[in-house]
T-cell receptor, first 118, second 114 residues
Framework: AQKVTQAQTEISVVEKEDVTLDCVYE???????LFWYKQPPSGELVFLIR??????QNEISGRYSWNFQKSTSSFNFTITASQVVDSAVYFC???????????????FGKGTHLIIQP | KAGVTQTPRYLIKTRGQQVTLSCSPI?????VSWYQQTPGQGLQFLFE???????NKGNFPGRFSGRQFSNSRSEMNVSTLELGDSALYLC?????????????FGQGTRLTVV
């Protein structure tokens, strides 16, 4: 069975601080994809990044960076110099051949509620 | 391009009734998936449709069903509603069904069962 664990239920930091959201996954697939989504109060999930199981290069996009480590089954997300607009719930997700109870459904973590205080 | 559109945004139903939710995917996207989001269980995959055929299904009872039309629009139906069906139902569309193709989500339908 596939599983994604986001141990941090809620994180609160002051604006301009750096913050890292943790994501640990379990899968028996050798080919899989990891995703991060952001869910603002409006409800829709906004796609942030995708990473495949063969690509362990870290990625930076503006203030966002992602660290994928296959050895520890982790795919962590860091926001540098956080801003109030970053406040949202962030989800890590996995898609493998047999995820979500059937092929190709996304398996989500429970999410981390990030609060950026001014 | 317009995003994924879900209607209605909010719905209140009585236990035992049935409900139909609608999802219009991004133009050109032929895959539509449905997810249920609750505070207790989080986000759970319901099913995915591609070219009017159900490709796969999550672990939900048969009261949850769906269909997809030739224009890729999809509907989800829940029969004999239970209080526990109260949730945010999210629809996602994808251009293809490859593992790496990202899903784009709608704003969801908030269903409350009383």
């Amino acid at each position: 069975a596939q599983k994604v664990t986001q141990a941090q239920t809620e994180i609160s930091v002051v604006e301009k601080e750096d913050v890292t959201l943790d994501c640990v996954y379990e899968t028996r697939d050798t080919t899989y994809y990891l995703f991060w989504y952001k869910q603002p109060p409006s409800g829709e999930l906004v796609f942030l990044i995708r990473r495949n199981s063969f690509d362990e290069q870290n990625e930076i996009s503006g203030r966002y960076s992602w660290n994928f480590q296959k050895s520890t089954s982790s795919f962590n997300f860091t926001i540098t110099a956080s801003q109030v607009v970053d406040s949202a719930v962030y989800f890590c997700a996995l898609r493998g051949r047999y995820s979500g109870g059937g092929a190709d459904g996304l398996t989500f973590g429970k999410g981390t509620h990030l609060i950026i205080q001014p | 391009k317009a995003g994924v559109t879900q209607t209605p945004r909010y719905l209140i139903k009585t236990r035992g009734q049935q409900v139909t939710l609608s999802c219009s995917p991004i133009s050109g996207h032929r895959s539509v998936s449905w997810y249920q989001q609750t505070p207790g269980q989080g986000l759970q995959f319901l099913f995915e449709y591609f070219s009017e055929t159900q490709r796969n299904k999550g672990n939900f009872p048969g009261r949850f069903s769906g269909r997809q039309f030739s224009n890729s629009r999809s509907e989800m139906n829940v029969s004999t509603l239970e209080l526990g069906d109260s949730a945010l139902y999210l629809c996602a569309s994808r251009e293809r069904t490859d593992l790496n193709t990202e899903a784009f989500f709608g704003q969801g339908t908030r269903l409350t069962v009383v």
